[in-house]
């Protein structure tokens, strides 16, 4: 399973998270300590928001380990708000396109889980995409298929109803198939202004989801911890998810996919 770091609040050299912490998101890449594999070789990414609405990318194929540019990045790149994700891939290629995080216009999406026996409802499911969303389908995996029907089902209305919405779908159509591995879904979503963040699975046992609100408003949700303070990280609860809005509030929604 993948690993990832977002981060809301006042503007922060990227290193701060992604290289020089602790348990720093590059030490989670050799060293991951809740997922299911303790390596996530198979690429990386980053997405930040800087001057313009919407946001940057970098994307790779190397281990994040094991790439130097993106520790130049991280050194130079300040944002109020970013992404960074090392990958762990559940069976589609590694390849740019498949590397998270994913843009589509002003949004940002990551996710660390899995579509069960995905292949089998893969066409149905891109299927339901229109024709103006899936040109813009250029990679192969569940994440970005998510992404995208999530999309289409108007994410700026609310975020947390349309990414509900499109879990319960693709959960109708894995019970048609006859699927019984899992739905997994640990993800997480920007529009530069609010950042939100997903826990659920069909089987209660999604991948982990942290958060951990700083003295002056600022925000780090994580797939694990990136310190070893413990006491000031709160686990996101099973099928719930939270949202911290522009003005730094926090809301808290349970979303159960059973």
């Not at 994700?85 to 940002?108: E, I, M, Q």
């Not at 499911?125 to 298929?145: A, I, K, P, V």
């Not at 995208?148 to 994410?155: I, M, P, R, S, T």
């Not at 993800?187 to 609100?213: M, V």
Request: overall charge neutral; some cysteine; proline content about 4%.
């Amino acid at each position: 399973m993948c690993r990832w770091v977002a981060y809301k609040g006042q503007p922060v050299f990227l290193e701060h998270y992604v290289t020089t912490a602790d348990h720093s998101l590059i030490h989670q890449s050799l060293h991951a300590e809740k997922g299911k594999t303790v390596t996530n070789g198979d690429g990386f990414g980053i997405g930040w928001y800087g001057a313009r609405d919407n946001p940057g990318l970098y994307r790779e194929i190397l281990p994040a380990w094991n790439d130097t540019n993106l520790k130049s990045l991280a050194s130079q790149i300040q944002s109020s708000l970013f992404f960074a994700h090392v990958r762990a891939s559940t069976g589609t290629a590694t390849n740019r396109c498949n590397c998270h995080p994913f843009a589509y216009d002003k949004w940002l999406f990551m996710h660390n889980g899995q579509i069960g026996d995905y292949h089998r409802v893969r066409r149905g499911l891109e299927l339901q995409l229109s024709d103006d969303y899936y040109e813009h389908r250029f990679g192969s995996t569940d994440s970005e298929l998510l992404f995208l029907l999530a999309v289409q089902e108007n994410l700026q209305k609310c975020p947390v109803t349309a990414m509900r919405n499109v879990l319960h779908r693709v959960r109708e159509a894995m019970i048609d198939k006859g699927i019984r591995t899992p739905l997994r879904f640990t993800s997480c979503l920007s529009d530069g202004k609010r950042l939100c963040g997903f826990r659920c699975s069909s089987d209660h046992h999604a991948p982990s989801l942290y958060y951990r609100r700083y003295e002056n408003g600022d925000v780090v949700l994580v797939s694990e911890p990136i310190d070893r303070q413990s006491e000031c990280w709160i686990e996101v609860p099973q099928d719930h998810a939270v949202c911290f809005k522009e003005n730094g509030d926090m809301v808290q929604t349970e979303m159960p996919l059973h």
